[in-house]
């Protein structure tokens, strides 16, 4: 049996894709990865995971309706060529481009996921910009063609579903809702062991979405109280997004000994275990976040917001809190009662491990998907 599946940086294939494929090739199942940003060396990497790599064209950011139409055409033969018995696809172009070419190719089966809706449903607290609506209406005029068209969509929270499908009146023929993707939770051990003093710790781009201005302004007002708490920053600085903290703003911040920022790491999971308690401000459309599920895959207690997505991976005052979309106050007061409360960051924090083995362990979640793929 030959499976298509279509994304776009190779990489996602290599981080968030690699157990998918290892479970679907066990099963005796021939893997195609459909990219359309790589290097040589990934693709190198993709094929000694034994999927067979596919390059293809896709313009992953403007929309123009000409150059869609030519790379859905020439998707399309490409996936003619291999005559799959299925086509999986996941991210928002592959889905609607990836779905369209697949039905040209006449393939008997297509499934796509949706890991969160994006940037362009995500509520700011100014307003969407003008330019923002029109490229959410194009979005949505493209999601009412090519979703019908699939045979089942998956979504990774119950949220977004109803934010696109039941808003939008847009007709599928079948939806189940996963959960998050999963971890390999032997990359992440689970550590009982803190920090004498309160370390809370933030790791994502550093992008007003993504809830760093929030984070930061917590910070400040603990440190009003509790001067020796820490907070570090982990994550890229992104010079192109509206809002994103800027490295002027980050030097000063860092400088006034608010957060420690150590720059670019490779050990992640080394910098959370040497925290107290995770914390993601996020109001941006997840599906569900990968860095919190690693948190709790550690054993960290999580402080998130109680937005979709993000509300996917704490249980109110069990795992951690979950608090109002940009108030700082709120954020700086669960961050206070950890550190007045020491005794529930352990306590917390191993239920978080709980929940990340019950919910997050990619050979579970793979099992599940590969059953709602009908394999």
């Not at 709790?296 to 979950?322: K, S």
Request: glycine share 6%; proline share 5%.
């Amino acid at each position: 049996m030959k499976i298509v599946m279509i994304g776009t940086v190779a990489s996602s294939f290599l981080g968030f894709r690699a157990d998918l494929i290892k479970a679907l090739l066990a099963k005796n199942y021939t893997v195609y990865a459909f990219t359309s940003e790589y290097t040589e060396e990934e693709l190198s990497e993709i094929e000694r995971l034994g999927a067979i790599p596919i390059t293809y064209e896709l313009n992953r950011g403007g929309i123009n309706p000409f150059t869609d139409i030519k790379s859905t055409y020439g998707l399309s033969k490409k996936i003619k060529n291999i005559s799959p018995d299925l086509v999986f696809s996941y991210f928002s172009k592959p889905v609607i481009f990836g779905t369209l070419a697949a039905r040209l190719a006449k393939v008997p089966k297509v499934v796509g996921m949706l890991e969160g809706l994006g940037y362009t449903f995500t509520e700011q607290p100014s307003g969407i910009s003008k330019k923002t609506q029109l490229v959410k209406a194009a979005q949505i005029l493209l999601y009412k063609l090519a979703l019908p068209q699939l045979d089942k969509i998956i979504f990774l929270n119950p949220d977004d579903p109803k934010d696109l499908l039941d808003k939008h009146d847009i007709r599928v023929k079948e939806v189940e809702v996963l959960g998050g993707i999963g971890l390999n939770l032997n990359d992440y051990s689970y550590t009982s062991t803190y920090p004498s003093q309160p370390t809370f710790i933030f790791v994502a781009r550093l992008l007003a979405e993504k809830g760093i201005h929030d984070y930061i302004a917590a910070a400040k007002i603990v440190k009003d109280k509790y001067a020796d708490a820490k907070f570090i920053v982990l994550g890229s600085i992104d010079k192109e997004a509206l809002g994103a903290l800027t490295e002027a703003e980050l030097k000063q911040f860092t400088e006034a000994n608010i957060v420690e920022y150590p720059g670019h790491v490779n050990d992640v999971p080394k910098w959370i275990a040497n925290s107290s308690v995770f914390v993601l401000p996020s109001y941006y459309r997840e599906g569900v976040p990968r860095s919190t599920q690693e948190a709790m895959a550690i054993g960290r207690a999580v402080i998130t917001t109680d937005v979709p997505g993000c509300r996917e991976t704490v249980i109110d005052g069990v795992n951690g809190f979950l608090v109002e979309k940009w108030k700082p106050q709120a954020l700086a007061e669960k961050m206070i009662y950890f550190i007045e409360h020491p005794e529930q960051i352990t306590i917390m924090g191993y239920e978080s491990y709980k929940i990340a083995q019950d919910k997050f362990d990619a050979d579970k979640v793979n099992k599940r998907l590969i059953n709602m793929l009908g394999l």
